[in-house]
């Protein structure tokens, strides 16, 4: 967007299968936008901008899953042109809702919404950009939390490593003095292996974690499936709680197929 | 006899949500071929909700879309209510329209400010206004914010809000919090004012269609929730009818599905189509300011549409104040739904225009079959004809002005590309290019 910055690092942000949320938070940020376009050079970022500069790009923000050949090849190209390439999002990091596609036939999937399939092309799996490329930082969340994504910016302006959480939701509930919901009311709760980030919003709101910050650094899913079991939760119960918007998290899973075939 | 050939061709379209390409070819005097390309992969929303429970539906269905989530939230919460015969309490029924009262103020202050504004204004976005409007872009983010603000209290979070829940919320706000909304709101109110005003000293272009607009119409109040779904053409139907008047159709050349009017053809929904069919239904503040700004009704002209986004922000900004100053927090958040067989449909009008979702429930309370018609599939086959109609009069101007122009003709919808979940490389091929 910024002509008269030469020396400004430049930022690109760009979308594969996603809902467009993650590249919302910039523009939802709106104590820190017009700061933000004042320290980078916002390169490409068409929800935003018409002004499209060719690469390459200091940082590429990356929000949206593989789910297409052509996007498939498209990630490659962008590796290439990004410095430092970044995904946003659960999306782009674990796959997605859409990859819940993953344990079906596509076919099938493409014949109950089209009315021509043969018309349409898309790959089997919806697949996380690491599964294509290397990423250097990967923000969770569906969607983001926008103090992340200025957090991650201000890090990467000032060339240190950016502060997010890697432990668990719990550990927000405890900081919020919210009382377990699981323990005081047996209610269902992804909480124990799911990243923090949100700042424990479900259990705030006096409902179960679903895990839209998809596994924390070390997740005992397996015991968590057990407790769950024991507070009455079915197999199949068990199954969809893993099967959410980290769905193809590898340790998601597992514990997903485990339950599935129970 | 037709003259030189040009190519308007814009590979990714900006200020949109969602990826699209524009594609005209002009011939001579007339506009040969129009293609709306839509590439945004599809995500199969309706195939993967089957064999969820209806308790899990909201959360997903907000994943269509990251700009109108809680849209997608009331049409699902809504049908499935129908479907189960759920009786909500009224306290409940207040706060989903202070919700959507939340959203339509942040998503139309997005698109009025930030993505429509620069075209008019010749900037490129809203970072470059800034630097010549910055107390404009300043109040810009700050309304914005305001409607963000409501979601967040409700919602817990702007984007894919988590307290939203079929029989009401996981939790609801005291009337204290609600209160502390008032100051806010009132700037807000005064601020959408300005806003309306403001967006009638834009330059707009003399273009008129016939459209055929259609919005929900609700006896006593502009609609969110409820009303019959109506038309400037007599259609007056239940939500359960949709599917029996509106068909999407698989066209020729073309990948996507386009919703029409049985029997007649394209139609406009969204601001437009809502102010002019409910303009009577909009408290008095609204209705003086767009006597004001002279927009009467029938606003024919799309590129006024960021005027009638104003003013339905003046109105969101008012109903929310009215909202907060009336709430008791109902006895309790929400009611308890049982498992059970059903199918239900409802129409709820996102900022975009109405969304249409029917889901059918086996007595486990799991989904067997979804249908989900977003605005933007259904203003798709109109925003074609628009360019159509458009396109012909930029004839003799330079390629790269023209199609900048096609782009603003475009964003008139405040497209949403994402949420258009059947739309993939749409193709429209028109008569007149059969023999080009």
């Known amino acids: 967007m910024n002509s008269d910055t030469k020396h400004k690092p430049t930022i690109a942000v760009f979308k594969f299968a996603s809902c467009d949320g993650c590249q919302l ?128 910016i201000t890090a990467m302006l000032a060339g240190r490593k950016p502060n997010i959480p890697s432990y668990s939701v719990c550990l927000e509930c405890k900081r919020r003095n919210n009382v377990c919901i699981t323990v005081a009311r047996g209610v269902a709760c992804l909480g124990p292996v799911t990243q923090a980030g949100c700042g424990a919003l479900c259990p705030g709101y006096d409902r179960g974690c679903y895990g839209c910050y998809g596994p924390m650094e070390s997740p005992n899913t397996t015991s968590l499936a057990n407790q769950l079991h024991i507070l009455g939760q079915s197999d199949a119960q068990i199954t969809r709680a893993f099967r959410g918007f980290n769905a193809w998290s590898w340790q998601f899973r597992k514990t997903s197929e485990e339950y599935e075939h129970k | 006899m037709s003259g030189r050939t040009r190519t308007i061709r814009v590979d990714t379209l900006a200020r949109v949500e969602g990826e699209g390409a524009l594609y005209i070819k002009l011939a001579g005097e007339r506009v040969a071929d129009v293609k709306l390309k839509i590439y945004e992969p599809p995500r199969f929303f309706e195939a993967f909700l089957r064999g969820r429970h209806f308790s899990e539906v909201p959360d997903i269905t907000a994943r269509i879309c990251g700009i109108c989530p809680i849209a997608y939230q009331m049409s699902a919460i809504h049908a499935i209510e129908r479907a189960l015969g759920t009786r909500i309490d009224p306290a409940v029924r207040l706060l989903r329209r202070l919700f959507y009262c939340g959203e339509w103020i942040e998503s139309h202050t997005l698109h009025v400010y930030m993505l429509h504004a620069p075209d008019f204004l010749g900037y490129q976005d809203v970072i470059a206004m ?119 159709m698989h066209v020729k050349h073309s990948n996507a599905l386009h919703s029409v009017v049985r029997g007649r053809g394209s139609y406009l929904v969204g601001p437009m189509a809502r102010f002019n069919l409910n303009f009577d239904k909009l408290p008095e503040v609204a209705r003086q300011v767009a006597r004001e700004v002279k927009l009467a009704v029938p606003v024919k002209n799309p590129f006024r549409s960021i005027m009638v986004r104003s003013v339905e922000i003046v109105f969101a900004c008012a109903e929310a104040l009215r909202i907060v100053g009336e709430y008791e927090p109902p006895p309790t958040p929400r009611v308890e739904v049982p498992n059970q067989a059903g199918v239900g449909q409802a129409i709820t009008e996102a900022p975009r225009g109405i969304l249409y979702h029917r889901y059918a429930m086996d007595e486990r309370g799991l989904i067997i079959a979804a249908k989900i018609i977003p605005p933007t599939s259904q203003n798709q086959k109109r925003i074609e004809d628009d360019l159509r109609d458009y396109a012909v009069r930029l004839m003799a101007w330079p390629l790269e002005e023209a199609s900048w122009k096609c782009e603003q003709a475009i964003r008139n919808y405040d497209p949403c590309i994402s949420c258009a979940t059947h739309s993939l490389k749409v193709t429209v091929e028109r008569a007149e290019a059969d023999g080009v």
Not at chain 1, 43 to 68: H, Q, V
Not at chain 1, 117 to 146: M, W, Y
């Open chain 1, 25 to 152: 938070s910039l523009l939802d940020a709106e104590d820190e936008l017009l700061g933000v376009a004042g320290a980078v050079d916002i390169a490409y970022f068409p929800e935003a901008t018409r002004a499209m500069r060719k690469g390459p790009y200091d940082i590429g923000l990356i929000e949206g899953s593989i789910t297409t050949h052509h996007d498939a090849q498209r990630i490659q190209e962008l590796r290439r042109q990004c410095k430092t390439l970044v995904t946003i999002g659960a999306c782009a990091t674990a796959g997605g809702i859409q990859a819940l596609r993953n344990w079906k036939d596509v076919d099938e999937f493409i014949r109950v919404v089209y009315a021509t399939p043969q018309f349409i092309s898309t790959l089997k799996l919806s697949t996380p950009i690491a599964e294509h490329v290397p990423v250097d930082f990967e923000l969770r969340g569906c969607p983001i939390n926008k103090h992340h994504l200025i957090e991650l």
């Open chain 2, 130 to 248: 800034a630097r010549d409007h910055r107390a404009v872009v300043e109040r810009a983010l700050r309304l914005k914010k305001v409607g963000n603000r409501i979601v967040t209290l409700l919602g817990g979070r702007e984007i894919h809000p988590i307290s939203a829940a079929v029989g009401g919320f996981y939790k609801v706000p005291t009337k204290q919090q609600l209160r502390e909304l008032v100051e806010d709101l009132e700037w807000a109110l005064d601020t959408s004012l300005e806003t309306a005003r403001w967006t009638a000293n834009l330059e707009f272009p003399d273009f008129e269609q016939d459209y055929e607009f259609v919005a929900l119409r609700h006896p006593d109040e502009y609609p969110f929730n409820e009303g019959r779904l109506v038309s400037n053409r007599g259609l007056d139907i239940d939500a359960a009818e949709y599917e029996d008047h509106f068909v999407e």
